[in-house]
């Protein structure tokens, strides 16, 4: 009987896609392979030019109602893209000079942090930090630290005896006061310069506080010669931790110099043309720790580990590429692969950066996956054309026959892939939309480089030894024959009926599983991080002596102008934030009524009686009035007030549970109060409402991811069984990673959703190449387990070195500090590996009982 091949290579619409493409690939490849290089080099000049492009506002699903009361108050109350700065003496309290001169110098140095919102910043040192005291003469307050500070024993005595009376203990200042914090927000965009924040150079910034104090070592940039008016020697840099080899060679030191005009020249020397020289830190304090914590640390110190990502990438390109030689026999043939599959990712950075887009921090994976679904269509394609070369066909001829069977099936996986990446964008976060972007511009490469350049450019290959290529290719299929024949007994009916229960038990466990899974952080601190990272042992350490830290919920009650001096109002605010305190995982709560309740106190001679809300009127108006609109408390007509929730963490049961608490407080008294309590600002409300669109999308975009995966399937196949044969395997792996996921306490956050719908498209190719040519063979007249036999010796044996030798690199990413990548790690060994196990187990089982065989 001929073979009447697949459904999908030997259509109508096949056929005449080819004899459009054949052409353009066979007819000059000489001519397609310049054009080609000369397409490499655009992109790869704009890939140069591609910048790192952090941004807070990105995670932020800014159309969340949550979000509306974020853009709203913002002005008033505040942002959520904290940064906090603690100073924590070792012995003694903060009440001396060297410790309350070290914390104005910080105070001043993160007041001039690019992009900080000044009039937020607070601290000891910070003007709108006041207390208030009752005394004989009346109302008496001012700044904590008065305006003549001059260090002495009785000056500290009156700053001690001010904070105690600011009511700042546990705030700015430490429970058991031997520490301090200067607390700030960072702007996204500066209102006068219009200049988007730096994540990675306020990063940097930080450290260099922390250095400045911790580190008893300066390595200071000096002038090997002079320069201007700048003598030989002059200090024109500074590090606090010993600079590395590339950065004492490609690093690089900015001085401001002013003009006798008045203005300022900015001269910029090269590290290596400076001397560097280690001295002793002046003011290195051993009595003093610092601890920073928020967003822009987060990216500094993901950026930081950028080096070691790109090393771990490296260090997979080297193991697949000897995988590769070890597979083929060949160095050439292993180099193929590999070379095309980074001229894909030279094309996806460039492409980004022509559509002015940047890498964001979070997204540096992205690119990996890509590298990956490449290697997986360059295996396929270098597998079959060294099968035809070793039956005797030319270089040329090869490739035009490998192109021919694997070039419709190939580009039909990709746009699948194109389309189902693409998919993800459906969730209104910024960064899942570049994200998707990024992984469809990488696969639409892959569709060139692939089935376009990696063809042409084998077609001028050549073998230097055929004969004993040839040899050690019979040598591994003699090695292999036996197990593909064992294998290829999956498609018996007991067997392959097996084979589907235990699918259908590993799907219980993931329905079982699946309800454990955390939407949001699953884990206390920061999950992109190490638990013993630098990072999240300093929110620790802030969590542990402050009552606050960075986790802050900010409800916003809303009323009448003027609902200071309410007592409805008021009443109902101070019972919200009484029901607040008393949830799981609330550490405090802050409001107006707090410094209104110690006011009304001072005014009854401090009796502790007295220490709640006056109902009088005008008694509320003196209570309140003392409390300035700079303090992010209220508004300033009084008809906004801001609640401040401190959580203890911001682990998504607390997250949820908080917000439950809050919206079952505002439903209870929504009939009948004169106030509204509404969802929320602070860096909590942002995380509650990106947990929340998450948790109402993913299942959303997983079911649109299977639809386009499904509808390329049947138009490409146009049978059940290919649609039941490729997807049930795929959905299966994808169920088990959520299973995987809460077994291992991986939250569904931003940073892992799009990586299980990536990781979608590694599978589609599995099982199109494995369907494709099964069907080829059933169709050619061959029994179901003899079609299975050529298969896996054809297509299989290329999609189980994939699994193997993309799960074995990527296992190395376990090793990383980054936490993320080490999730991702251990979610695409399990993925790459069980999608492979799918491929070639599960879905010719299913085949056995869905594809139309021979009579």
Excluded at 304 to 325: K, P, Q, Y
Excluded at 392 to 399: I, L, M, Q
Excluded at 778 to 785: Q, R
């Amino acid at each position: 009987m001929a073979s009447e091949g697949s459904s999908l290579t030997n259509s109508p619409v096949a056929r005449a896609i080819l004899g459009v493409v054949e052409p353009l690939v066979f007819g000059k490849p000489a001519l397609t392979l310049f054009v080609l290089a000369a397409l490499t080099v655009f992109f790869g000049y704009h890939a140069a030019r591609i910048q790192p492009d952090a941004g807070y506002e990105k995670t932020i699903p800014m159309e969340h109602p949550y979000m509306g009361a974020f853009k709203e108050y913002y002005s008033e109350f505040g942002g959520a893209n904290l940064v906090l700065v603690a100073l924590m003496q070792k012995e003694g309290e903060i009440y001396n000079e060297r410790f309350l001169s070290t914390l104005k110098q910080v105070t001043d140095e993160v007041f001039f942090l690019p992009n900080i919102d000044r009039p937020r910043v607070m601290s000891l040192f910070t003007p709108n930090v006041r207390f208030v005291e009752i005394t004989e003469q009346g109302f008496e307050g001012g700044d904590v630290i008065p305006s003549d500070y001059a260090p002495s024993p009785q000056m500290f005595d009156i700053i001690k005896s001010n904070v105690s009376k600011a009511q700042i203990i546990g705030r700015l200042v430490s429970e058991d006061e031997t520490g301090a914090m200067v607390v700030s927000e960072l702007l996204e965009v500066d209102p006068q310069t219009g200049k988007q924040v730096d994540y990675t150079h306020v990063a940097d910034l930080l450290e260099t506080i922390r250095g400045r104090i911790e580190s008893p070592t300066v390595w200071e940039y000096r002038l090997r010669e002079p320069s201007g008016d700048m003598e030989a020697g002059t200090v024109v840099g500074r590090d606090y931790s010993e600079p590395g080899r590339l950065e004492r060679w490609f690093g690089e030191q900015t001085v401001t110099l002013p003009q006798t005009s008045g203005e300022t020249e900015t001269v910029t020397f090269n590290n290596r043309d400076l001397e560097i020289v280690a001295a002793d830190n002046p003011e290195y304090n051993p009595n003093l720790q610092v601890h920073i914590v928020g967003f822009a640390k987060v990216v500094g110190d993901i950026t930081d580990a950028t080096l070691e990502v790109v090393g771990f990438f490296g260090l997979a390109l080297l193991m697949t590429s000897l995988l590769l030689w070890g597979y083929t026999g060949s160095m050439k043939m292993a180099f193929l692969p590999m070379a095309c599959s980074i001229v894909a990712v030279i094309w996806e950075f460039g492409l980004l950066s022509l559509f002015g887009l940047g890498l964001d921090p979070f997204a540096i994976l992205v690119p990996f996956l890509v590298l990956a679904v490449s290697v997986s269509h360059g295996v396929q394609y270098v597998n079959a054309w060294v099968a035809e070369v070793g039956h005797g066909s030319s270089s040329f001829d090869a490739s035009l026959e490998t192109f021919r069977r694997l070039a419709i099936p190939g580009t039909v996986a990709l746009i699948t892939d194109v389309a189902g990446f693409a998919t993800i964008a459906l969730i209104d976060i910024q960064i899942i939309q570049e994200m998707s972007a990024n992984a469809a511009f990488g696969v639409a490469a892959i569709i060139i480089t692939n089935k376009i350049l990696m063809p042409a450019w084998l077609t001028y290959m050549r073998i230097g030894d055929l004969q004993a290529f040839e040899r050690k290719q019979q040598v591994r299929e003699n090695l292999l024959a036996p197990m593909w024949g064992f294998v290829a007994k999956i498609t018996r009916p007991v067997p392959a009926a097996c084979a589907i229960i235990v699918g259908v038990l590993l799907l219980g466990w993931a329905f079982y599983m699946y309800p454990k899974l955390q939407v949001g952080d699953a884990l206390e601190g920061t999950p992109e991080l190490r638990p013993d990272s630098r990072f999240n042992q300093d929110a620790r350490a802030i969590g542990h002596n402050f009552s606050i830290g960075i986790d802050i919920l900010k409800v916003i009650a809303e009323a009448d102008a003027d609902a200071c001096v309410n007592f409805d109002v008021v009443e109902e605010i101070d019972r919200f934030a009484w029901r607040m305190d008393n949830v799981e995982g609330v550490a405090s709560t802050l409001s107006v009524l707090d410094y209104a309740k110690m006011v009304y106190r001072g005014l009854n001679e401090a009796r502790l009686s007295a220490e709640v809300l006056p109902r009088n009127q005008f008694s509320l108006a003196q209570s309140t009035a003392l409390v300035p609109t700079t303090s992010g408390l209220l508004n300033g007509d009084c008809s906004a007030m801001a609640i401040f929730i401190f959580t203890e963490d911001h682990r998504a049961e607390t997250i949820s549970r908080i917000v439950d608490a809050v919206k079952q407080y505002e439903e209870e008294t929504s009939d009948t109060d004169a106030v509204s309590f509404r969802l929320a600002t602070g860096n909590v409300g942002v995380m509650a409402a990106t947990n929340e669109v998450v948790e109402e999308q993913e299942l959303m975009v997983v079911f649109w991811v299977y639809v386009v995966v499904i509808s390329f399937i049947w138009l490409s196949f146009r049978n059940l069984s290919s649609v039941l044969s490729i997807v049930l395997p795929l959905s299966l792996v994808s169920m088990m990673a959520y299973g995987v996921m809460a077994y291992l306490g991986i939250g569904l956050k931003v940073a892992t959703l799009p990586v299980v719908a990536l990781a979608v498209g590694i599978g589609v190719d599995y099982g199109i190449y494995i369907y494709a040519t099964l069907e080829e063979g059933v169709k050619s007249g061959k029994t179901i387990e003899q079609a299975l036999v050529d298969t896996l010796g054809k297509t299989g044996k290329a999609v189980v070195f994939t699994g193997i030798a993309l799960g074995l690199s990527v296992a190395t990413w376990l090793f990383s500090q980054l936490q993320f990548q080490a999730d991702m790690g251990i979610l695409l060994v399990f993925m790459f590996t069980a999608n492979m196990f799918g491929a070639i187990l599960l879905l010719p089982a299913i085949a056995r009982f869905t594809m139309k065989q021979p009579g």
